[in-house]
């Protein structure tokens, strides 16, 4: 019998996603730290090439989420005794697996942000508003803040705001692959398109953008301002969903329809000039979306959605494997470094907040006049990032390992048992 050979890691999906996540700690040292605090907290920075295009970009990461979610959906449906389960009991255990598989980060990211934010950030709270603070923010703690569930005050949002990504994914993937065990046929081909057709679209007129913080109303409120406030007031909405979440939703369901796409093309076989012009199309997209993550508003003005057809192009290509710049990011010699890169990048995402806080708060408070560079804070940041996630990765896999052992050395016992009953 022939061994079936083992499926390869596409590692240049891997360096895509490693080089967002670490895009996006210039984004949030550049925008969210620097310059809305500009002063404030003593920190004076350099407003430019700081990657503030990596906001939007981050859609990569959502593409990605939809199209593996297909896949994880795909293999499972081939079990028969798994698909004979109901929907909502699949998709729990989807979620589930995937929460599990982040709780540690989780914890370590929220952990560091109580620290870091009230130690250094904001020095004045005392131990019964720290405490506050956290027991207001449980539902935080538990994921649900992309929904909108978090502390009225919004004082804890600050201390690893980003983490409203990963909410958003968990809880979109829970109702999408739902979707797809109740009925796959409708999901991926009626739902999602509409999804993103008409929502991506409505977005686009309004030039809406992703943010946890705001709502789209749709036009449904009370008066004619749309009020996103804490507090109730006549033109406060009657309806409005997370942009955060509908930001994820989009992507996902993008990816969702690239997955189908790529699985009616993938076995096409390409001549050499398609190759070509596959190679071209390749290069120019994925220029235009480093030099928008770099320079967003420079020479190629892009618009956002500009953007989000530019990340659908280059990971559909990326996830095809067929273009030349892909095989070469696919090499051997690469591949395990990629892999390893790509493997730690959520990890990054998750702990570069506070991480990026500290080094601020380290390198001291300046004047306007002595203005430290974006790279004086980016690069350590960075660095620690990557030690810290790397560091827990290492420790995640050796208490998976140490589980499974554990699992197999109860399994001859059991055996045992049974023969001596």
Known sequence: MKEKAVKKRNSAIELWRFMIAVAIIGFHIGFIIANTCNGSNGYYLESTNWFFGSSEVLWIFTLTAGFFMVSHFKKRAADKDYKERSASSRAWEYTWSRIKALIPVLIIGYILGVIVCTSFYYPDYNLQEICTMIVNSFWEFLGFHAAGLRSLGN????????????????IVGYFLY?????????????????????????WCFTDTRASQTAWSTFGAQTASTNGTGGAATDATAIFGVNNGLLFVLMGMVAGIMLYYLIQKIKDHKFTPAGKSALTLLYIVSAGLLLWYTIYPATWFNLERWTVALLCIVVIGLTLLNKDKITSLLNNKYTSKLFDYLGSISLHIYMLHYPVAIFILKLLGPNTAATTYSFWAVFIPATLLTIVLSAILKEFMDLMKENKQLKQQEQIPVKKTAKKQS
Do not use: M, Q, V
């Open 155 to 170: 004082e804890f949002f600050n201390l690893n705001g980003p983490l409203w990504f990963i909410s958003a994914i968990i």
């Open 178 to 202: 739902w979707g797809l065990c109740k009925n796959e046929d409708l999901t991926a081909g009626i739902i999602s398109p509409i999804i993103f057709i008409f929502l991506g679209g409505w």
